[in-house]
């Protein structure tokens, strides 16, 4: 690409690529790592400055935003839009479990292959355990989730239950609304205080291995 160095034309075709094959971008420490830099930054140096000739956004204050806005291809090239989301640690897709949900990064999103809108509510979590293997969810898969959506019957949703989070089938009985695993290993869930849906699941993503 016109105005770069070698090195940053590097760094700029490392962190398009991570994208392209992981669906995640890398760190600044992730980078200075690959091309054996002596300290990260070094590594942000060459960021800041794809940065500043427009080759790269990122959001401030945090990790793996990076999103290459210009490569080094032909004109004619066309390429998904991808879209940058949260990812907010884990959720169990198995017995409820306590605890917080806290940022872990983001992982891009191809809009047009998933057919999904996201919005400053979307995010992501990822799958623990094998409750939702009925509906296809295993464990280890990204479910995307949309926050402020009204469930349905029948919709997969992220819940806080009683203090506990997890992943579950909505459903209604007798107009009382409860959770149903996709595993017959697993109970039904009705909640003796509290029910909070966190979100509903619009997609799956489910890294290549």
């Not at 959506?149 to 009382?176: M, S």
């Amino acid at each position: 690409m016109k105005g770069l160095s070698k090195r940053q034309s590097h760094v700029l075709n490392f962190i398009q690529e991570k994208q392209d094959a992981a669906g995640i971008t890398p760190t600044i420490r992730e980078i200075a790592e690959h091309f054996g830099f002596n300290s990260p930054n070094a590594a942000w140096l060459h960021v800041q400055a794809l940065r500043d000739k427009g080759c790269l956004t990122s959001l401030p204050g945090r990790a793996r935003t990076l999103q290459a806005t210009r490569l080094e291809a032909p004109k004619t090239a066309s390429r998904p839009r991808v879209v940058s989301i949260p990812i907010y640690g884990a959720i169990p897709a198995g017995f409820p479990t306590e605890g917080a949900q806290e940022e872990e990064g983001c992982v891009l999103i191809d809009v047009e292959t998933l057919g999904v809108k996201p919005t400053a509510r979307t995010f992501g979590l990822k799958v623990r355990g094998d409750s939702m293997v009925g509906r296809g969810i295993l464990d280890g898969d990204l479910v995307v989730i949309e926050h402020g959506i009204q469930p349905r019957p029948g919709d997969v949703v992220a819940a806080l239950i009683d203090g506990e989070v997890t992943l579950k089938t909505y459903l209604l009985q007798r107009g009382k609304p409860f959770l149903r695993a996709e595993n017959p290993r697993y109970p039904n869930l009705i909640p003796k205080e509290e029910l909070q849906i966190q979100g509903v699941m619009v997609t799956l993503i489910r890294k290549r291995k």
